[in-house]
């Protein structure tokens, strides 16, 4: 028979002579060999680093941050500089291969923009289903008690919502095969210290929950099958293969499970044994993408200040809280940078000395920014801007609404100095506090002033409450309540804290929820916020949720008189530091509208 003539029989009998098929084990080394990076970026914000990839990776239209960890609603940057409230979450954890900036630590297919509440709150908890109580839920993450996939005991674990655990399932099964032979990392070149001798992938106690570095397949039996079955119930949609897309361009490879989903069926699945054509992985590549080599990076210089957007809000004729900067350079010669600012904005090196320019003196060293008054209301929009050696100049846009707040305690009159329960004259309300205190401590605290209010976990005996810990009004507010704020954050290290937020409007009488669970971060204090629309005299509450030393700082409760309207509440105007939360009438969060002045992109957005 002629050449061709067996060609065409071939292929009526669906066999292509360029066909490459390979079957277990052997697979899951094709699947290495043909997916690795052709390079990554550098780790972080600004151009040529990991923001710079999701911003072309994870940006919706108009420029929000895709985040498959909450439902916030964020805006990335105009220079790529990390996004304020966000982190960059790995899928594997980086702590399982001891934080070595390795191409898996930089791969953008294990690398997602994430909310730093849920990434904190998830931690290094294995993946799984959560079954009881949750320790941690935000409409979207979950973190709880639940069956751990490793060996079937009740564990803490953390769960994604139902339309990503697809996603997050072929980032696992790409991690697994393109990294499969990390179960013995050699020490990265040039390195010679103690802490890459002996260097092993997969040895912490939280990779062996998740990993087998001595199977072939990687990834241990319960877990690889929760990811099928994640895989199956979500399937590849348009916004997976676009992001694989993105990658392509910028990192030379793909993940061949977007591509092929079926495939892991033939690595962990049913049709594993069974021969997979790897052909079809080569023939998908773009041949339209060309990686260039990276630049020497010890000679780029690089220049960043975050944020670059601040939104501000203050009394007539006060000046507002300040907002500290951050500043990196990299091979700037003289380090530090030149920031001015226009009037009615104000720069400062130590928060307390202020002026209209200042001069940072070395490569690290941030400042503050804050509105110096103004005897009118309105909105008062600038710029800051931030000049260094060699680099390209860096602008931070500011608005500032100046406006009457009838209500606005922030705890700077009035002391008490033990938790012992006592009622309080502050400079907008008496206050009971109750396992609470005023505190200043600025490392831990945090407070937005001077000070703030501390409160301890309340303490029990036999089940009943002997001490409450709150904060709460003993004397009304009049004119009703439009909308209700407060600044929170969790006391120093402590993690878990939680409040509840209600009202009264009888005197104390009864309480009604406002916000039965709400978790706290730690770090910066975060900007809560929730339309009551409540007439009559109201009086406030928040309590600690937690027993013993898991402590809440509370500080700028304002509140809005009422203006009409119904009872929902939704997100106020956030400030580009802060996290606002927002909450529907049974308290759970909700995604909610952005209300008020709002600075995205450098342009100001009035919200309907």
């Given at each position: 028979?002629?050449?061709?003539?067996?060609?065409?029989?071939?292929?009526?009998?669906?066999?292509?002579?360029?066909?490459?098929?390979?079957?277990?084990?052997?697979?899951?080394?094709?699947?290495?060999?043909?997916?690795?990076?052709?390079?990554?970026?550098?780790?972080?914000?600004?151009?040529?680093?990991?923001?710079?990839?999701?911003?072309?990776?994870?940006?919706?239209?108009?420029?929000?941050?895709?985040?498959?960890?909450?439902?916030?609603?964020?805006?990335?940057?105009?220079?790529?500089?990390?996004?304020?409230?966000?982190?960059?979450?790995?899928?594997?954890?980086?702590?399982?291969?001891?934080?070595?900036?390795?191409?898996?630590?930089?791969?953008?297919?294990?690398?997602?923009?994430?909310?730093?509440?849920?990434?904190?709150?998830?931690?290094?908890?294995?993946?799984?289903?959560?079954?009881?109580?949750?320790?941690?839920?935000?409409?979207?993450?979950?973190?709880?008690?639940?069956?751990?996939?490793?060996?079937?005991t009740t564990q803490t674990v953390w769960e994604p919502a139902d339309q990503w655990k697809?996603?997050?399932?072929?980032?696992?099964?790409?991690?697994?095969?393109?990294?499969?032979?990390?179960?013995?990392?050699?020490?990265?070149?040039?390195?010679?210290?103690?802490?890459?001798?002996?260097?092993?992938?997969?040895?912490?106690?939280?990779?062996?929950?998740?990993?087998?570095?001595?199977?072939?397949?990687?990834?241990?039996?319960?877990?690889?099958?929760?990811?099928?079955?994640?895989?199956?119930?979500?399937?590849?949609?348009?916004?997976?293969?676009?992001?694989?897309?993105?990658?392509?361009?910028?990192?030379?490879?793909?993940?061949?499970?977007?591509?092929?989903?079926?495939?892991?069926?033939?690595?962990?699945?049913?049709?594993?044994?069974?021969?997979?054509?790897?052909?079809?992985?080569?023939?998908?590549?773009?041949?339209?993408?060309?990686?260039?080599?990276?630049?020497?990076?010890?000679?780029?210089?690089?220049?960043?200040?975050?944020?670059?957007?601040?939104?501000?809000?203050?009394?007539?004729?006060?000046?507002?809280?300040?907002?500290?900067?951050?500043?990196?350079?990299?091979?700037?010669?003289?380090?530090?940078?030149?920031?001015?600012?226009?009037?009615?904005?104000?720069?400062?090196?130590?928060?307390?000395?202020?002026?209209?320019?200042?001069?940072?003196?070395?490569?690290?060293?941030?400042?503050?920014?804050?509105?110096?008054?103004?005897?009118?209301?309105?909105?008062?929009?600038?710029?800051?801007?931030?000049?260094?050696?060699?680099?390209?100049?860096?602008?931070?846009?500011?608005?500032?609404?100046?406006?009457?707040?009838?209500?606005?305690e922030n705890f700077e009159i009035g002391s008490?100095?033990?938790?012992?329960?006592?009622?309080?004259?502050?400079?907008?309300?008496?206050?009971?506090?109750?396992?609470?205190?005023?505190?200043?401590?600025?490392?831990?605290?945090?407070?937005?002033?001077?000070?703030?209010?501390?409160?301890?976990?309340?303490?029990?005996?036999?089940?009943?409450?002997?001490?409450?810990?709150?904060?709460?009004?003993?004397?009304?507010?009049?004119?009703?309540?439009?909308?209700?704020?407060?600044?929170?954050?969790?006391?120093?290290?402590?993690?878990?804290?939680?409040?509840?937020?209600?009202?009264?409007?009888?005197?104390?009488?009864?309480?009604?929820?406002?916000?039965?669970?709400?978790?706290?971060?730690?770090?910066?204090?975060?900007?809560?916020?929730?339309?009551?629309?409540?007439?009559?005299?109201?009086?406030?509450?928040?309590?600690?949720?937690?027993?013993?030393?898991?402590?809440?700082?509370?500080?700028?409760?304002?509140?809005?008189?009422?203006?009409?309207?119904?009872?929902?509440?939704?997100?106020?105007?956030?400030?580009?530091?802060?996290?606002?939360?927002?909450?529907?009438?049974?308290?759970?969060?909700?995604?909610?509208?952005?209300?008020?002045?709002?600075?995205?992109?450098?342009?100001?957005?009035?919200?309907?």
């Open positions: 028979m002629k050449r061709n003539g067996l060609l065409l029989v071939l292929l009526s009998l669906g066999i292509s002579l360029f066909a490459q098929n390979v079957r277990m084990p052997a697979l899951i080394d094709s699947i290495h060999n043909l997916s690795m990076p052709i390079k990554v970026l550098g780790y972080g914000g600004g151009n040529g680093k990991t923001w710079s990839g999701f911003n072309k990776t994870d940006r919706l239209e108009n420029g929000p941050v895709r985040d498959r960890y909450s439902n916030m609603v964020r805006f990335f940057t105009p220079n790529n500089d990390a996004v304020d409230g966000m982190n960059i979450e790995h899928i594997w954890a980086n702590s399982w291969w001891g934080h070595v900036q390795n191409f898996a630590y930089k791969d953008l297919f294990n690398l997602y923009p994430s909310d730093a509440i849920a990434n904190q709150r998830k931690s290094n908890n294995p993946i799984g289903v959560v079954t009881a109580s949750d320790a941690f839920d935000n409409g979207v993450v979950k973190v709880g008690k639940g069956v751990d996939p490793c060996d079937g697809g996603d997050f399932a072929r980032t696992y099964f790409y991690m697994a095969s393109v990294y499969s032979n990390f179960g013995n990392l050699e020490v990265p070149a040039g390195k010679t210290g103690d802490e890459y001798k002996g260097l092993e992938l997969w040895t912490t106690a939280e990779g062996l929950r998740t990993v087998d570095p001595d199977s072939r397949l990687v990834m241990r039996e319960g877990v690889y099958k929760l990811m099928l079955e994640w895989a199956k119930n979500d399937p590849v949609d348009q916004i997976e293969i676009s992001r694989a897309d993105e990658i392509e361009w910028i990192q030379g490879n793909r993940n061949p499970y977007v591509d092929f989903p079926e495939l892991a069926e033939y690595v962990w699945g049913e049709k594993s044994g069974r021969d997979f054509d790897i052909q079809q992985i080569k023939d998908k590549k773009n041949p339209d993408v060309v990686i260039e080599p990276d630049p020497d990076p010890s000679e780029t210089v690089k220049f960043s200040v975050s944020p670059l957007s601040m939104v501000f809000t203050a009394l007539p004729g006060h000046p507002s809280n300040a907002v500290k900067t951050t500043v990196y350079m990299q091979n700037v010669v003289p380090a530090g940078c030149t920031a001015q600012a226009e009037f009615p904005y104000q720069v400062s090196l130590d928060g307390e000395a202020w002026s209209d320019e200042v001069t940072t003196s070395n490569a690290t060293q941030g400042f503050y920014v804050r509105f110096a008054g103004a005897g009118t209301t309105g909105v008062y929009e600038g710029e800051i801007v931030c000049n260094a050696e060699g680099a390209d100049s860096r602008v931070l846009t500011v608005v500032c609404n100046v406006s009457e707040v009838p209500f606005w008490k100095s033990s938790y012992a329960a006592a009622d309080v004259t502050a400079n907008a309300a008496t206050w009971n506090l109750s396992n609470a205190m005023y505190a200043s401590d600025v490392e831990k605290d945090r407070p937005r002033d001077g000070k703030c209010v501390r409160m301890k976990g309340y303490v029990a005996s036999g089940g009943v409450v002997t001490t409450p810990a709150h904060i709460m009004m003993v004397s009304d507010k009049e004119n009703g309540v439009g909308e209700l704020s407060f600044w929170a954050t969790s006391y120093g290290t402590d993690t878990g804290v939680k409040i509840k937020v209600t009202y009264s409007l009888d005197g104390g009488q009864t309480w009604l929820n406002v916000a039965e669970s709400v978790s706290l971060g730690s770090g910066d204090m975060v900007r809560y916020s929730y339309n009551l629309n409540q007439t009559g005299k109201v009086r406030i509450k928040i309590e600690n949720l937690n027993v013993g030393n898991k402590r809440a700082c509370i500080d700028d409760i304002q509140m809005t008189d009422y203006s009409g309207g119904t009872a929902v509440r939704d997100i106020n105007a956030g400030q580009d530091d802060e996290r606002s939360q927002s909450w529907d009438l049974s308290g759970r969060r909700s995604a909610g509208a952005a209300r008020g002045v709002v600075i995205r992109n450098g342009r100001k957005v009035v919200g309907k």
